[in-house]
């Protein structure tokens, strides 16, 4: 059984902040990585994906891989208030998609 | 953009019943996925496809079965409903394998 492990949270940042999300994976063959954001009662969005070559920045958001530690992480720099959310990881090793449970992000004004 | 179009937003079914829920989408994806969400379990995968007429189970394919006989459309079929079923059920499309998922609204379906 694959497994993805996020800590649930809450996790709870000031306005300003960095928020520190994480993610560890089971599956060694994963080789693109997802970061799903969900709002309460809506569909999750994709905010960002990598590929197992390397780290990604878009804007105020960053992706971190640590392969050897099966680790992934998502970083949100100058946290917002609209920035709430339940964020989902979900690797992909060619076959369909198993998210983890996502962890809440609470972001206080 | 694409759209993922789910036929039903909420859904009320009495034990017993057969329950279809539709899932359309409109950008001609190869894969179409079926999952549910509950409250401190997460988004589990309940079935799969690839391609026409093809399906994998997903994590917890008991009490579904699913069909899909054209590309833009992937129905997940229940069975025989049960209580335990009541749940928030997403679809979602990728072109292909490793893309990203794009999600349906949702259907909220409760079984009395």
């Known amino acids: 059984q694959k497994e993805v492990e996020q800590n649930s949270g809450p996790l709870s940042v000031p306005e300003g902040a960095i928020a520190s999300l994480n993610c560890t994976y089971s599956?060694?063959?994963?080789?693109?990585f997802f970061w799903y954001r969900q709002y309460s009662g809506k569909s999750p969005e994709l905010i960002m994906f990598?590929?197992?070559?390397g780290d990604k920045e878009d804007g105020r958001f960053t992706a971190q891989l640590n392969k050897a530690s099966q680790y992934v992480s998502l970083l949100i720099r100058d946290s917002q208030p609209s920035d709430s959310a339940t964020y989902l990881c979900a690797p992909s090793a060619g076959t369909a998609l198993i998210f983890g449970k996502g962890t809440t992000l609470s972001v206080s004004s | 953009d694409v759209k993922v179009t789910q036929s039903s937003r909420y859904l009320v079914k009495r034990t017993g019943e057969k329950v279809f829920l539709e899932c359309v989408q409109d950008m001609d994806h190869e894969n179409m996925f079926w999952y549910r969400q509950d409250p401190g379990l997460g988004l589990r995968l309940i079935y799969f496809s690839y391609d026409v007429k093809m399906k994998e189970k997903g994590d917890i394919p008991e009490g579904y079965s699913v069909s899909r006989e054209k590309k833009e459309r992937f129905s997940l079929i229940l069975e025989s409903a049960s209580t335990n079923q009541t749940s928030m059920y997403l679809c979602a499309s990728s072109s292909g394998r490793n893309e990203k998922l794009f999600f349906g609204s949702g259907t909220q379906l409760s079984v009395l």
């Open positions: 599956d060694r063959g994963s080789q693109s």
């Open positions: 990598i590929y197992s070559n």
